[in-house]
Nanobody, 128 residues
Framework: QVQLVESGGGLVQAGGSLRLSCAAS????????MGWFCQAPGKEREFVAA???????????YYADSVKGRFTISRENAKNTVYLQMNSLKPEDTAVYYC??????????????????WGQGTQVTVSS
């Protein structure tokens, strides 16, 4: 089992920045990827960014087209934490952001169905 706890959400003006954190605990040594998804009211959960890794140290990054050049996902191994640096935020980025993790390799990490573990979510609100 893996437990995920997100933090860092809040209210920010358009053009501002936020950094979300997702701290993992439990069987973190068995994880192969972590991702961020968002869900706005009345909409389905959408892919934002993901990072996959091998135990030889190779990392692969994935981003939704809507956030490329604005958001950056990163991982700090020592803390079992994944970050989502969000810059140039837009009102349409307003959503609950969820962290996810998987213990399965070679999946399409852009799909929510690839992840077994989910955090509770953190609200991001961007005012215009």
């Amino acid at each position: 089992q893996v437990q995920l706890v997100e933090s860092g959400g809040g209210l920010v003006q358009a053009g501002g920045s936020l950094r979300l954190s997702c701290a993992a605990s439990g069987r973190t040594g068995s994880m192969y990827a972590m991702g961020w998804f968002c869900q706005a009211p009345g909409k389905e959960r959408e892919f934002v960014a993901a990072i996959g890794w091998t135990w030889s140290g190779i990392r692969t990054y994935y981003y939704a087209d809507s956030v490329k050049g604005r958001f950056t996902i990163s991982r700090e191994n020592a803390k079992n934490t994944v970050y989502l640096q969000m810059n140039s935020l837009k009102p349409e980025d307003t959503a609950v952001y969820y962290c996810a993790a998987t213990m399965v390799s070679y999946l399409d990490y852009r799909k929510a169905s690839s992840y077994e573990y989910w955090g509770q979510g953190t609200q991001v609100t961007v005012s215009s």
